[in-house]
């Protein structure tokens, strides 16, 4: 059984910095993408970024430049350090993983509450 648990989830005021860790666990054979995906009440679930096994990434324009995402390959962690919050960066903060356990399957975690206030 393979897990995502994400972390790091906090009440942060505007301007401020966040750090999101998500773990993967279980019968892994191998990881390749990794990502980030946030929802907010009320609208669809919205892609962050997204890094490769060689460290390759791609950002959506919201969140370019203010937000980076790392992994460490080793501890099969991805990382998301945001900065230069915003209220409307406020939403439930989701990981993503594309995982071999015997078959190639999407995995997520259970989600990590970010609310920026202003």
């Known amino acids: 059984q393979v897990q995502l648990v994400e972390s790091g989830g906090d009440l942060v005021q505007a301007g401020g910095s966040l750090g999101l860790a998500c773990a993967a666990s279980?019968?892994?054979?191998?990881?390749?993408?990794m990502g980030w995906f946030r929802q907010a009440p009320g609208k669809q679930r919205e892609f962050l970024a997204e890094i490769t096994t060689s460290g390759s990434t791609i950002y959506a324009a919201s969140v370019k430049g203010r937000f980076t995402i790392s992994r460490d390959n080793a501890k099969n962690t991805v990382y998301l350090q945001m900065n230069s919050l915003k209220p409307e960066d406020t939403a439930v903060y989701y990981c993503?993983?594309?995982?071999?356990?015997?078959?190639?399957?999407?995995?997520w975690g259970q989600g990590t509450q970010v609310t920026v206030s202003s």
């Open positions: 993503n993983a594309v995982i071999r356990a015997g078959v190639l399957n999407t995995y």
């Open positions: 279980g019968n892994i054979g191998s990881i390749s993408a």
